[in-house]
């Protein structure tokens, strides 16, 4: 259902990201996580045709920017992006209408998202004077009207109350049994543990890794956490000891290493002062 094959995106001389190769199936439940920056959003962005890019991105066969393709995706965005003047139950009609849909079975499917959301109370609420989670919550269902064969979701669960994310949770699973591929970036570890199929970890514009649940063992299996922060956390980084890493390693070895290292610039002034103390004598 989706490819992506050597996706690079460059904003003048950064790269956001490069050589991605990203794939999933039908049915497929597939993540992408990664630290702040890592070039997620602009990842989803890229797929979806709204950015220029090198490479190539197809989804169910059509190239990601043609009309055929657009017609079979669902996109949730990180901020709600809707029409502040329309009502809840405006909004979900303008996207009806946008994609020719059947009135009466969108406007069901509709009802019955509402009540899953627990919406009801404010489908004649102007977008603007709703809450950021419930801004949230019409905007998964306004990308869920056109029952898409390719659902991308760019952190969904942020501003979403427990009962949301648990009737997210089980929409996309429910989704993914119909046949649906989802795709779903996050900081959120925890809220797509268990649902997943496919995980991609991104770092500095790349992917480092694709992990299939399928395939994974022992520890690995029971937390998707476990697995994002092993392959993610830098060995050169200040804040990471060498140890955490290298445990058969003796804790000694590391820390013999640091002296020597700064030595240097501590000797050098000591040094100096004794050569001309030294010379003063001799005078």
């Not at 070039?39 to 991105?57: D, H, N, R, W």
């Not at 070895?253 to 030294?278: D, E, G, I, L």
């Amino acid at each position: 259902m989706l490819r992506v094959k050597g996706l690079t995106k460059k904003f003048g001389k950064k790269i956001a990201n490069e050589n991605v190769n990203l794939s999933l199936d039908a049915g497929e439940i597939g993540i992408l996580l990664g630290p702040n920056g890592a070039g997620k959003s602009t990842a989803i962005k890229s797929i979806l045709g709204l950015l220029q890019f090198e490479g190539s991105v197809k989804i169910g066969g059509f190239p990601a920017n043609s009309e055929k393709a657009r017609k079979i995706m669902g996109y949730v965005p990180e901020f709600p992006c809707l029409y502040d003047m329309l009502t809840v139950r405006e909004q979900f009609e303008f996207v009806v209408r946008a994609y020719k849909l059947d009135r009466e079975k969108s406007r069901k499917y509709a009802a019955e998202l509402v009540d899953r959301f627990r919406l009801t109370e404010v489908v004649d609420t102007l977008c603007k004077d709703l809450s950021k989670g419930m801004q949230q919550k019409v905007s998964i269902i306004c990308a869920l009207l056109p029952r898409p064969k390719l659902l991308l979701l760019d952190e969904p669960m942020l501003g979403l109350d427990p009962h949301a994310i648990k009737e997210l949770r089980q929409l996309v699973q429910e989704l993914a049994e119909e046949g649906v591929a989802v795709l779903i970036s996050t900081h959120m570890i925890s809220t797509v543990e268990g649902i997943w199929n496919k995980a991609y970890i991104m770092r500095k514009g790349k992917v480092i890794s694709c992990h299939r649940k399928e395939e994974m063992v022992g520890m690995w299996a029971e937390s998707l956490e476990r697995i994002f922060f092993a392959e993610t956390e830098s060995y050169d980084s200040p804040w990471v000891h060498e140890e955490e890493f290298h445990p058969s390693v003796p804790a000694a070895a590391p820390a013999q290493k640091k002296p020597a290292a700064n030595s240097k610039p501590v000797s050098r002034p000591k040094t100096t002062k004794k050569k001309k103390s030294n010379k003063k004598k001799k005078k």
